[in-house]
């Protein structure tokens, strides 16, 4: 078998690569149903998303495969987690523009064998398609959560404390690293180091899964932020009928993307609007900060407040000396940007 | 708002068009949240499957919207029902080529509220994108299913019965139809009443709804009939270490396919290898097979025995006189076949 064959039946694909992915689910039948069945727990309930990645928009067609198919599981097990849900399975659309290769497909399904042990899911079906277009791999994520236990969106409540997990702007620009690493260097000047941690956290987010207990703990509201802090905290102040106040001194950025920050004025926002961090904005009523804070700390995850929930509407981003930021572009949105969207980095609602 | 008016943003598309086919779920939350809720019910579990669309392989990119939109979801529900089981709701993974209008939205969700009424089902999350492409339209359907009662594929037993629902072949040849309706006036010699018959039963497959509750109480294994009968008849009985007998002539079609059949030699098997006829396979043991045709008859469904299951494995056709047919074409494969495969109808594992 040469490192170029091509897979040649759909029958292969799925019982030579995918299969063995759904092995520790009974539900899934070996991937030799038409259906997959999905037993509840009693007292829990099941948390659904779906979300797509595409070839030339979430990453690149050249991309390591193990890498995309981490991403492609990634970014839904984010939603889960925010929500406070702990993964249980997935169901993956494949949309190829011709067959994959043997090795191709092989690193893919390692990618994702590694990814659903990290997550502890297990693939439960599936359909596999041959047609134009991009690369794209679509996951429709189930997790569980204790019934009625779901943190919203909407429930943010004037005085809590908004918290974020982990740093962010690095994934905006990672991906630029990752388009041309030369430039990055020359221009930032970043080491090695420093461009690798970006490009990596552009290529492989993190879900916070070590949060789930604490978020339903403590949170009064979650979400992740995969569109842009501001363009996401504004949803979730819209869905719960209040403002934000974020200090933009104290959004958290990783020392490589405060350097970059810290020389061009172009990257200044980057930490408030750039997209795919995948981390977790939390809403806390102030009395529980800092238990969520030290909870956190202890799983192994910084967490930063950023500024509070107030009455009202909108997001008001103030700089140090008190006053308010214009913000130049709230984030990525897919139908009103023009050509140069590709470039951007996105995400589904 | 002029036909053509574009939609400018994915809020004013969720808000606008999507949110309102979410209002009979509260697990969806009026889609104004990451993620949707599925609570369960005391004694059922959930199936579920996913399956994809796209424009230039299951319909043509210039269709009317509500007939995409029908499409789309009851490919999915017929995989369910198949399984007898209920259908509950669906997550929706839409891939845009550009901005749709207003127009063009409008319809598409208009066509998805008149499916899932009929199908009693409602939307409960999805995510839009935009990338190059056909459009395309991604669907994760659950239905429920009283614990440990789906039908399996992998259950058919040596002495059953195989019966189908409905006609086949109609899809393939309502295929042709859409295609180019003078040349299959010309050369079929049918009346409108017939290639309107052929063409609907290609751009409108009506999941059997009705026999769910037949299937659970009767069946062995049961499975839809999507890549054609013997392809899929080849599945079930793979996965249940059997084979299966088919008598040719009891395979049923409807007057204007019997009519093209008998017509032309190249559309003899269209019965036995078309494929996007979504009926049902069943296999049933003989004991059961009267009442489940009497059942399914009073429900207003036509089931026609069409052979047996047998020890050992394979799939025979036998014609008129019991000399084995042989079949020219298997049915669809994705990644097998050539360029000519845009042509051909498909669908998912």
Chains 1, 2 share one sequence.
Request: glycine residues 12%.
């Amino acid at each position: 078998m040469t490192k170029t064959s091509v897979i040649g039946s759909e029958e292969a694909l799925i019982q030579g690569f995918l299969a063995p992915l759904a092995a520790g689910a009974p539900g899934a039948f070996g991937l030799n149903d038409d259906c997959a069945v999905l037993a509840p727990v009693e007292g829990q309930e099941f948390v659904l998303k779906t979300d797509a990645v595409a070839a030339g928009v979430h990453f690149l067609p050249h991309d390591p495969p193990a890498g995309i198919a981490w991403k492609a599981l990634a970014v839904n097990v984010s939603d889960l987690v925010a929500k406070g849900a702990t993964p249980v399975g997935y169901l993956m659309s494949l949309a190829f523009p011709e067959a994959p290769s043997r090795h191709w497909m092989q690193e893919f399904a390692d990618g994702l064998a590694a990814a659903q042990r990290h997550f502890d899911m297990t693939l439960l079906g599936g359909d596999t398609d041959r047609r134009d277009g991009p690369l794209s791999i679509t996951i429709a994520a189930i997790g569980r959560i204790p019934r009625g236990r779901m943190v919203r969106r909407a429930t943010a409540r004037p005085g809590d404390v908004l918290l974020v997990s982990g740093t962010l702007g690095d994934a905006a620009l990672g991906l630029f690293v990752h388009q041309g690493r030369k430039m990055a260097r020359l221009v930032w000047k970043l080491d090695k180091a420093g461009l690798d941690f970006l490009e990596q956290r552009y290529l492989r987010p993190e879900p916070r899964l070590a949060l789930v207990t604490h978020l339903l703990e403590h949170a009064s509201a979650a979400m992740d932020i995969s569109d842009g802090l501001v363009k996401d905290l504004g949803r979730m102040c819209r869905a719960s009928g209040v403002g934000a106040r974020v200090r933009e001194i104290d959004v958290p950025c990783s020392p490589p993307a405060r350097k970059v920050i810290d020389q061009l004025e172009g990257w200044r926002q980057v930490a408030l609007t750039g997209g795919d961090d995948y981390e977790v904005l939390a809403a806390v009523p102030p009395g529980e900060a800092e238990k969520f804070v030290g909870a956190a700390a202890r799983a192994g995850i910084i967490l930063t407040p950023i500024g509070e929930v107030v009455a009202g509407s909108g997001v008001a981003v103030l700089a140090a000396d008190g006053s308010p930021l214009v913000i130049d572009d709230q984030g990525y949105d897919h139908f009103s940007e023009g050509p140069g969207h590709r470039r951007r980095r996105r995400r589904g609602r």
